[in-house]
């Protein structure tokens, strides 16, 4: 039996996917990479900032130092957080509340595992701070997806064993990161065709989770 379901945050219950793509495509422009495409960011879902930096300066012949590319992931970083003034409940990702509303009911803990350091502004933006029993993000970790790390320390602070944690993750750098976490995955949206997965949906929303024999 499932003891705690373990969220993935951009990409799988907020929107904020499209603005770090939007953030890294501004960066592109800058340093004069005209070809960082929507496919060259789907590789940056789940991964930390540097090593999504790193997807971006494939793209380029010129090499930078570790100094200069830690004030270009500042750089993105700056913009990034800029286009999340706006950020609020409205940008939620369709059936969010009603799938965390369901495991409250079935005695189910949440907890959040995010690559992002910007984990802790978007879950108060969004109004959504209280509704996790445990949290781990980019601020907690030293490795990038697909190293469990970040589920790991999730299901350490929930008190639980990774076997009783299931992930639910938009990235395949996440569905690999549950899977060696010997965690159950989930795979949505962009992940949702990863042959790694336990289960697939189109979203949370369009999931049939009430039948699901996870939660039986
Ligand atoms: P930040 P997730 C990840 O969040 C994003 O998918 C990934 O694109 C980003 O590079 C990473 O967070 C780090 O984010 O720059 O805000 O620290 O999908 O793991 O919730
Ligand atoms: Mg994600």
Redo the contacts with the bound molecule.
């Keep these: 039996m499932i003891k705690a379901v373990i969220f993935?945050?951009?990409?799988?219950l907020v929107t904020t996917?499209e603005l770090?793509y939007l953030a890294w495509k501004s960066l592109a422009d800058d340093l004069g990479i005209t070809t960082f495409t929507k496919e060259d960011n789907v590789r940056?879902?789940?991964?930390?900032?540097m090593a999504?930096l790193e997807i971006v300066l494939e793209k380029t012949p010129t090499k930078y130092t570790d100094e200069q590319k830690l004030e270009l992931a500042e750089k993105k970083?700056t913009i990034?957080v800029k286009s999340l003034e706006g950020l609020s409940a409205e940008d939620l990702l369709p059936g969010v509340k009603d799938f965390i509303a369901f495991l409250k009911v079935k005695s189910i803990k949440t907890a959040i595992g995010?690559?992002?350091?910007?984990t802790p502004m978007i879950l108060e933006k969004t109004g959504i701070k209280y509704d996790f029993d445990a949290i781990s993000c980019?601020l907690d970790t030293t490795k990038s997806?697909p190293d469990p790390e970040v589920f790991l320390i999730a299901a350490q602070k929930l008190g639980l064993k990774p076997t009783e944690c299931v992930v639910i993750e938009?990235?395949d750098a996440?569905i690999q990161a549950a899977k060696n976490g010997g965690m159950y995955a989930v795979a949505v949206g962009a992940a949702m065709n990863n042959p790694l997965a336990d289960y697939k949906a189109e979203s949370i929303d369009s999931w049939d989770y009430r039948n699901c024999d996870l939660f039986m």
């Design positions: 993935d945050l951009d990409g799988v996917d770090h940056q879902r789940g991964v930390s900032r999504s970083n990034y995010s690559a992002s350091k910007n980019g997806k938009d990235s996440g």
